[in-house]
């Protein structure tokens, strides 16, 4: 539900009869605050307002109540029309039903749209202080009543904009910290994120947020400035260790180390020497550059949000390159994209060497029922080659076979689909299960994950490294010509075991 109610009278909202495509003081209010909080992605506050035209007569809906219930903060629109309101007053009550009475006034917010004396008010707001959106005229024999910043459907005086944004950080401040996010154990991947610019710090924080909170490392380490004197040998350092760079870029351009270039372009290029350095390698750049800018004019004048290509605004950095991905959309569509892409360009491993602290590496050998009969063969050889075949249940409560079979693929070294009989839905499913090794249980990632294509054979089972992404299989081996797996064409599925009295294995099969 909603963190922040807002109690508001409907005459307070009305916009002026000569204006009708203006809006209302706390339409206007209420849209204003929704954008100061903007770049929050979806941790941002929820705001929750009664848009319906509820009489006094009307029943109190149940709607309503609960949304009171489950409010953090109520924000009162105080004016002498949300005095002379039951319903308004009714909602404060309501509001003070469902929350301990210690501490309730911190709950209340007020916001003035006209002066209410101190002693006419309830006395759950007669503490408040709140955010004054007018100013008591200082001689009233010249001036009659207050001097509003909102008038006529718009803000009137730069005072308004000061106003919000103080309301605005406020209700930031004052909001309840959100979950915390689910933490993955490490995934042994690091990234590089780039220090960004003063205009950029926010989206950079939440990006560090999601990738740590998924297990990653980010360097340069999150907590820590590149110092100005040592900047290049720092990044460098950094980049050695990540698969992919992700740069922020905004309108500026960070400190300028001496004799160097300005920190978000220093990054820039020496991620593109790194990529450079090493072609055919997945190492690549992530440009954020958001499409829609909001800038921050001076001399108090309200902010505006203006439209830029994202291309166009590299450009203004450092040169594209062909490998470059560009993304142009809000924050939390890039956390999106950033987490799928590392899913996506998951790094085929080297020829592996598997760890075993007991002279055995546990090789799970995941089929379907009709490939059993191929399955246990293929068991018999790998245990010549110092391999614990592990191998799923078929008989027993569905239930019980469920979960016998899916504690395999949590505990296993590495596993190998076999594919004979079976149809090419099923292999390809069980491959996409092992897209992503957290939603297995595991407490570490596969040392690789392999298909072995088996009699009969099929065009299909030759096209197998067109049929299984990298982000799903690292190993694709085709004995289907075969119809009993020797010795020697295991060992290019079987890497090398530590331990001198294991074979060195074979490159994998392309």
């Known amino acids: 539900m909603a963190d922040i109610f807002i109690s508001y009278a409907r005459d307070d909202d009305q916009p002026p009869p000569d204006c009708p495509d203006r809006k209302g003081f706390v339409t206007f209010l209420d849209e204003s605050i929704r954008y100061e909080f903007r770049d929050l992605g979806p941790e941002r506050p929820k705001i929750w307002r009664d848009v319906k035209r509820i009489s006094d007569g009307d029943q109190f809906s149940a709607e309503l109540e609960d949304a009171l219930k489950n409010a953090s903060f109520l ?151 590149i110092p100005l004197d040592r900047a290049v040998a720092v990044i460098e350092h950094a980049l050695a260790k990540a698969e992919i760079s992700v740069h922020l870029l905004g309108e500026k351009f960070g400190d300028t180390p001496e004799d160097q270039l300005p920190m978000a372009k220093l990054q820039l290029a020496r991620a593109a020497l790194k990529e450079a350095a090493d072609p055919g390698k997945t190492f690549h750049r992530i440009v954020w550059a ?45 956390v999106d994209f950033l987490n799928q892409h590392l899913i996506a360009i998951a790094q085929v491993p080297p020829p592996p060497t598997l760890q075993s602290t007991d002279g055995n590496v546990r090789l799970y050998l995941y089929h379907s029922p009709e490939d059993s009969d191929y399955a246990l063969g293929l068991a018999r050889v790998l245990q010549q080659r110092n391999v614990e075949p592990l191998l799923p249940v078929f008989d027993g409560p569905s239930a019980e076979i469920e979960r016998f079979n899916d504690k395999g693929l949590a505990e296993c070294d590495a596993v190998v689909l076999c594919w004979a009989k079976a149809c090419e839905v099923w292999v390809r499913a069980q491959a996409r299960r092992l897209r992503n090794w957290h939603d297995l249980g595991r407490a570490h990632q596969f040392a690789y994950r392999a298909v072995v294509a088996a009699p009969p054979p099929g065009s299909r089972k030759k096209a197998g490294s067109l049929l299984f992404p990298r982000s799903e299989i690292d190993r694709i081996v085709d004995l289907s010509d075969n119809e009993v797996p020797t010795a020697d064409q295991v060992d290019l599925l079987v890497p090398a075991v530590t331990g001198d009295a294991a074979p060195t294995a074979s490159e994998p099969a392309p």
């Open 75 to 225: 924000l009162v629109v105080l004016s002498p029309n949300w005095m002379s309101s039951s319903w308004c007053k009714r909602e404060l009550d309501t509001f003070a039903k469902y929350h301990p009475a210690e501490g309730i006034r911190e709950r209340i917010i007020v916001v003035g749209k006209r002066h209410v004396d101190r002693d006419r008010r309830p006395s759950l707001l007669q503490g408040q202080t709140g955010f004054a959106f007018y100013a008591r005229a200082e001689d009233p024999d010249e001036i009659e009543g207050d001097v509003e910043f909102f008038d006529r459907g718009k803000p009137c005086d730069d005072r308004y904009w000061s106003k919000l944004k103080s309301l605005a950080a406020y209700l930031l401040r004052r909001r309840p910290p959100p979950p915390p996010a689910p933490q993955y154990p490490p995934t042994g991947r690091t990234i590089y994120v780039a220090k960004p610019a003063s205009d950029m710090r926010a989206g950079y924080d939440r990006i560090v947020s999601e990738l740590t909170g998924k297990g990653h490392t980010v360097v340069p380490p999150p907590a820590e400035e």
């Open 290 to 334: 958001p499409s829609l800018w909001t800038t921050q004019p001076a001399n108090g004048q309200p902010a505006t949000e203006v439209s830029r290509h994202p291309i166009d605004v590299l450009a203004q950095f450092d040169r594209q390159l062909p490998t470059d991905k560009v993304e142009g959309n809000t924050l939390s569509k890039l």
